[in-house]
Antibody, heavy 122, light 107 residues
Framework: QVQLQESGPGLVKPSQTLSLTCTVS??????????WSWIRQPAGKGLEWIGR???????NYNPSLKSRVTISVDASKNQFSLKLTSVTAADTAVYYC??????????????WGQGTLVTVSS | DIQMTQSPSSLSASVGDRVTITCRAS??????LNWYQQKPGKAPNLLIY???SLQSGVPSRFSGSGSGTDFTLTISSLQAEDFATYYC?????????FGGGTKVEIK
């Protein structure tokens, strides 16, 4: 079955760029008609959808982050990536990647990666 | 953005109890509503999609209902492994948004 795994630096300095990669195993990122999403969760808080990329490469971003976010895909490596620029302490969170399924018209996230903690601090 | 409001934010219950969690959308979302369970230190796990469809492998004690703006997740007989935080999520429009979560604790 499809599995996802996040990777990237766990510590980023303020004003710098957060870069994470999600590696997909057990299936091709290009097969099927899926969106691939990034979601984050500050410690002790709820979930925030960051954005997604379709297998065609088209993207949708959360307007609250749109000016700072780029999501891209590298099908040859079966990976998709997140870049978040000009980070502040408010961007400290566990970052998850997830596949977005279309179940009877309702887009839901399954499976998820295990998550990776990114701390923004000098 | 569509705001998702869950209630209660936390509850205490005993094994065997029937538990109901509600989720209200700030505008109609038809049946585009999903439920997740999250245990400490773990990623969320999909329980219910399209308001009332049980994800494969999820125990039948979990059920969902509702449409429009008001939705419910019910656990018919709470088990020890069900103590966790539950989130609703709307997929009617982007940005996709989640409720604030309901933490189910042991009484």
């Amino acid at each position: 079955q499809v599995q996802l795994q996040e990777s990237g630096p766990g510590l980023v300095k303020p004003s710098q760029t957060l870069s994470l990669t999600c590696t997909v195993s057990g299936g091709s990122i290009s097969s099927g008609y899926y969106y691939w999403s990034w979601i984050r969760q500050p410690a002790g808080k709820g979930l925030e959808w960051i954005g997604r990329i379709y297998t065609s490469g088209s993207t949708n971003y959360n307007p609250s982050l749109k000016s700072r976010v780029t999501i891209s895909v590298d099908a040859s490596k079966n990976q998709f990536s997140l870049k978040l620029t000009s980070v502040t302490a408010a961007d400290t969170a566990v970052y998850y990647c997830a596949r977005e399924l279309d179940n009877y018209g309702s887009k839901c996230f399954d499976p998820w990666g295990q998550g990776t903690l990114v701390t923004v601090s000098s | 953005d569509i705001q998702m409001t869950q209630s209660p934010s936390s509850l205490s219950a005993s094994v065997g109890d029937r538990v109901t969690i509600t989720c209200r959308a700030s505008q109609t979302i038809s049946s585009y509503l999903n439920w997740y369970q999250q245990k400490p230190g773990k990623a969320p796990n999909l329980l219910i999609y399209a308001a009332s469809s049980l994800q494969s492998g999820v125990p039948s004690r979990f059920s969902g209902s509702g449409s429009g703006t008001d939705f419910t997740l019910t656990i018919s007989s709470l088990q020890a492994e069900d103590f966790a935080t539950y989130y609703c999520q709307q997929s009617y429009s982007t940005p996709l948004t989640f409720g604030g979560g309901t933490k189910v604790e042991i009484k």
